[in-house]
C-alpha cells in the first residue's frame, strides 16, 4: 500500500544539472564563497530565481519568443554542479577521473534534500567540489564527506 504523501526520488545527474560552462565557473571561483570539508573545497553561489524575466531575457516583438541578453545566462537547473581533482596531487588521468567519479556518484546519491530546499526556495545554486586529499578515496569515506557538504548547502539554502 503506497502513502500519497511519499514523493518519489530519482537518483539522477541530468546534463542540465552539470556545471560545464568556463564563463560560470570562472564568475564562481572570483565571487563566490567557500567552505572546507576534508577532503572536499566546496565553491558555491546562491543566485535568486525570483530576479524579473527582463534581467536574463528579452522578448524579439516580431514573433514574441524570448532570447537570452548577451554575457547573461538563463540557470537551466535549480541546481548545478562540477567537480575537479588536482593534476598536481594525481597525476595520473585514471586517479583523477576515478575520484570524480566517486564524487559524482555520491552526489547523485545525497542530493535530494539540497534540491528540495532549493526549488521551494525558488533559488539556484552553482557547487563546484575541488578534491584536495592526495589519496584516492573510497565510496563510503567519500559519500559521508559528501553527506556533510550537502547539509551544510542545506543550511546555507535556509538562511
Request: net charge positive.
Amino acid at each position: 500500500m503506497t502513502d500519497d504523501t511519499t514523493i518519489k526520488t530519482r537518483f539522477t545527474f541530468p546534463k542540465a544539472e552539470h556545471l560545464k560552462s568556463r564563463k560560470a565557473i570562472e564568475q564562481l571561483f572570483k565571487t563566490g564563497k567557500t567552505f572546507f570539508v576534508r577532503p572536499y573545497k566546496v565553491f558555491y553561489q546562491m543566485v535568486s530565481l525570483q530576479q524579473p524575466p527582463d534581467a536574463y531575457l528579452r522578448i524579439a516583438t516580431e514573433n514574441q519568443t524570448l532570447i537570452p541578453e548577451k554575457g547573461s545566462q538563463k540557470p537551466e537547473a535549480a541546481l548545478q554542479v562540477g567537480f575537479a581533482v588536482s593534476s598536481k596531487n594525481f597525476k595520473h588521468a585514471v586517479d583523477r577521473n576515478r575520484v570524480k567519479r566517486i564524487g559524482r556518484e555520491a552526489y547523485r546519491l545525497n542530493k535530494s534534500s539540497l534540491m528540495n530546499k532549493l526549488t521551494k526556495k525558488k533559488m539556484h545554486l552553482q557547487v563546484f567540489f575541488v578534491y584536495a586529499d592526495k589519496a584516492l578515496p573510497d565510496f563510503v569515506a567519500a559519500q559521508e564527506k559528501m553527506k556533510i557538504c550537502l547539509e551544510r548547502l542545506v543550511a546555507i539554502a535556509e538562511k
